[in-house]
């Protein structure tokens, strides 16, 4: 994010931690941002004492400038079920994003500080609940309240509910933790690009659409029900699913008649042609645009299993049969295509 910042203009930086060090790749990242031009200053500050943030604030700022906008982005991590949970583990994970939140707008009140934005990193958690975090969920959705709360005090607040970030943080550092809040979570994963995004049009004050509460990788489809998909939070969404389904199945049957009533082989290969392309992306989690129907299959991420699926939909949809290999074997879609119209049962063409 400071990198981002600097990127956009930022000169003057003051990042946190209750060590108030930086260790290798952070340290040499910032060490270059330095040399190239930008102030970022390291401080140690325990967020969650009142005492750390109001010297801070009163005293350990004097040589910059005012400050004008926060980003709140602390986080303790200690899963346990909420059965077992002590109340000290409990404290531990709440206080650093609740006390945090709190003592800096305290105490940059107290001096009058008018913020440009501030912004609370937050987690879908707070909006689905996780397994083993009735903790950290609880934090995080004391933070998306906090920004309705700052809102009405006239400030630019956002509260991003972030779900997974795969390329960059926490969880992109750890392959087994990642996997397990996928599992948890059962939600899509999103890029450090969309996360600054996100910042930037939080910085910007154009999160209105979502009243300053973008909620992230949440997504129900027809092959997908995460365990929060009857959450009436999120009806809309598994409505939306519900409606996807009935659409595809319409589709399925909508190929099959498509492709009899095809007066000419050429018009039969091109109706094949465009029922794979919608189901090799959906089976190899593609979007139907990205798929070029002359590139060899080899080229996508079709494995034996969801080539069994593709050969099944083939035999359905067409009344044609081929094994697996054939398939894989085909070369392109387009070739593939021509392969199912020369197999096909359902009619045959004079042309």
């Known amino acids: 994010m400071a990198t981002w ?17 930086l260790k290798g790749k952070a340290k040499d990242q910032i ?3 330095n040399t190239a031009g930008a102030a970022i200053i390291v401080r140690r500050c325990d967020v ?13 700022l004097n040589d910059l400038p005012p ?8 986080m303790v991590l200690h899963d346990v079920l909420f059965e077992k949970m002590t109340h000290h583990q409990y404290k531990a994970v709440i206080e650093s994003k609740v006390k945090g939140a709190r003592n800096f707008y305290d105490a940059l009140s107290a001096v009058n500080a008018p913020l440009d934005f501030f912004i609370c990193i937050s987690s879908a958690a707070g909006a689905v609940g996780n397994r083993g975090q009735a903790a950290y969920a609880a934090a995080n959705t004391f933070l998306n309240g906090f920004a309705q709360y700052l809102q009405r005090q006239g400030i630019n607040a956002t509260s991003i509910d972030l779900t997974a970030v795969s390329d960059a943080g926490y969880l ?7 996997a397990e809040v996928a599992r948890n979570l059962g939600s899509d994963t999103i890029c450090e690009a969309e996360v600054l995004s996100l910042i930037h049009a939080s910085i910007e004050g154009s999160m209105a659409s979502c009243n300053g509460h973008p909620i ?6 027809p092959t997908m029900r995460p365990f929060w998909s009857n959450d009436a939070k999120f009806i809309h969404l598994l409505q939306a699913a519900e409606a996807a389904t009935t659409t595809t199945a319409a ?3 909508s190929w099959s008649a498509a492709f009899k009533a095809t007066p000419t082989r050429a018009e039969a290969e091109q109706v094949v042609c465009n029922a794979l392309v919608e189901k090799i992306a959906e089976v ?4 139907p645009e990205e798929l070029d129907v002359t590139r060899a299959l080899s080229h996508y991420p079709l494995d034996s299993l969801t080539a069994i699926e593709v050969r099944n939909f083939i035999t359905r949809m067409f009344e044609a049969s081929l094994q697996v290999l054939e398939l894989l074997a085909s070369g392109s879609i387009e070739a593939l295509a021509k392969v199912v119209v020369g197999k096909s049962k359902a009619k045959i063409w004079e042309s």
Do not use: C, F, Y
Request: hydrophobic share 45%.
């Open 172 to 178: 992109a550092e750890d392959a087994e933790k990642a």
């Open 251 to 253: 589709a399925k049957v």
């Open 284 to 287: 190899i989690s593609m979007e």
């Open 5 to 21: 910042m600097v990127s956009k203009g930022a000169k003057n930086i003051v990042l946190l931690s209750r060590s108030g060090e």
């Open 31 to 33: 060490d270059a941002l």
């Open 48 to 60: 969650a004492d009142r005492s750390d943030v109001e010297q801070l604030i009163s005293s350990g």
């Open 67 to 74: 400050v004008r906008g926060i980003v709140h982005g602390a």
């Open 216 to 221: 992230t990788g949440m997504r129900i489809t």
